[in-house]
């Protein structure tokens, strides 16, 4: 199971605007390369079973299982600090392995 906690912010934003969120790992590429990056969505999945369910702070949080990766003390979601009327919800401690498929190993 994931240990997962959410701010006193994060969770007081969560509980006035929706009743539960997920995590999804989204795909990302740039000049430097191509990685999975977790982002925080204000949504209930369509498919759970591919999440791992976690209540945290009484709210239901829905993790994308595959390839997941906790750090060690545990992943914290809070409410981003970006100076801006506008607030969105960001996930610390968690990450997803980066996939390359079709990629041949070299010897």
Same mark, same amino acid.
């Given at each position: ?5 959410? #701010? ?12 539960? !969120?997920?995590?999804? $790992?989204? #795909?990302?590429? $740039? *000049? *430097?390369?191509? $990685? ?9 999945? #369509? ?7 976690? !209540?945290?702070?009484? !709210? ?17 979601? *809070?409410?981003?600090?970006?100076? $801006? ?17 079709? !990629?041949?190993? #070299?010897?």
């Amino acid at each position: 199971m994931i240990k997962l906690e959410i #701010s006193k912010e994060a969770r007081d934003y969560i509980l006035n605007n929706i009743d539960a !969120i997920t995590v999804e $790992s989204i #795909s990302m590429a $740039s *000049c *430097c390369g191509y $990685s999975n990056e977790p982002v925080v969505f204000e949504y209930k999945p #369509s498919a759970p079973e591919h999440y791992e369910e976690v !209540i945290a702070g009484g !709210i239901k949080v829905y993790v994308f299982k595959e390839g997941a990766v906790v750090a060690p003390g545990g992943a914290r979601i *809070c409410l981003a600090d970006n100076n $801006s009327p506008f607030k969105w919800l960001n996930i610390e401690g968690l990450r997803y392995k980066d996939y390359f498929g079709g !990629i041949p190993e #070299s010897d």
